[in-house]
């Protein structure tokens, strides 16, 4: 079956510091990959996405590349802000879009202090 | 666009009551409502998939007869928790897509049992 494996937390980086959330999968075929973001509180946000092998999603200096041949998609961010605190979850579907069932990760608290 | 509402945000209620979550697609006509529990500091597990006018496919290990689903339309599903223990405290976050496309996530339900 497809899973989805991230690295554990919780992260805690100073502000203007360098972000890498490590993310693998394993599925079958061809899946599309997402990376939400959910604030205390609150519900999940889609941060970015790709739908095919080399693809880069990004979004708010966010950046993942779909790699097949590592079976990866790992998030970063050059240079995080205070309000990027948040818990990141790494998530695949079997179609191109996220229509249909989710697989999540783990999810990966991000704290960053001023 | 794309809004999905909850309501309500938060709920407390009495052990053995039942307790009912609705999830509105606020602009778009869902085909497909999920719903997720997530338990703190954890992912999100997928509980069952609705679709309109359909019986809700639930998850291996999720009791469909204390977690009512209804997609009576393309706007609206419900999850009734039926006599409630402390146990089912929990935050219940839905989502609704209009296909393969994208699945967009409400803010979330927190329920306390008492």
């Known amino acids: 079956g497809n899973s989805v494996t991230q690295m554990e937390g919780p992260v805690t980086l100073s502000e203007e510091a360098f972000l890498t959330i490590n993310c693998t999968y394993t599925?079958?075929?061809?899946?599309?990959l997402f990376w939400y973001v959910q604030y205390p509180g609150e519900g999940l946000q889609l941060l970015l996405k790709?739908?095919?092998?080399?693809d880069k999603g990004s979004n708010k200096g966010f950046e993942a590349t779909y790699r097949k041949e590592t079976t990866s998609f790992h998030l970063e961010k050059g240079s995080v802000q205070v309000s990027d605190s948040a818990v990141y979850f790494c998530?695949?579907?079997?179609?191109?879009?996220?229509?249909?069932?989710?697989?999540f990760g783990e999810g990966t608290q991000l704290t960053v202090n001023p | 666009g794309a809004v999905v509402s909850q309501h309500p945000s938060r709920v407390i209620c009495k052990s053995g009551t039942s307790v009912k979550i609705e999830c509105r697609s606020l602009?778009?006509?869902?085909?497909?409502m999920f719903w997720y529990r997530q338990f703190p500091k954890q992912s999100l597990m997928l509980m069952a998939t609705?679709?309109?006018?359909?019986?809700?496919?639930?998850e291996q290990g999720v009791e469909k007869d204390k977690f009512l689903i209804n997609h009576a339309s393309l706007t609206l599903s419900t999850l009734t928790v039926t006599s409630a223990h402390p146990e089912d405290s929990s935050f219940y976050i839905c989502?609704?897509?209009?296909?393969?496309?994208?699945?967009?996530f409400g803010p979330g339900t927190r329920l306390t049992v008492t």
């Open positions: 989502s609704a897509s209009t296909g393969v496309h994208e699945q967009y």
């Open positions: 599925a079958t075929g061809y899946p599309s």
């Open positions: 790709a739908t095919k092998a080399d």
């Open positions: 998530a695949l579907s079997p179609s191109s879009g996220s229509g249909s069932r989710l697989t």
């Open positions: 602009d778009f006509q869902a085909t497909t």
């Open positions: 609705s679709n309109e006018g359909s019986k809700a496919t639930y």
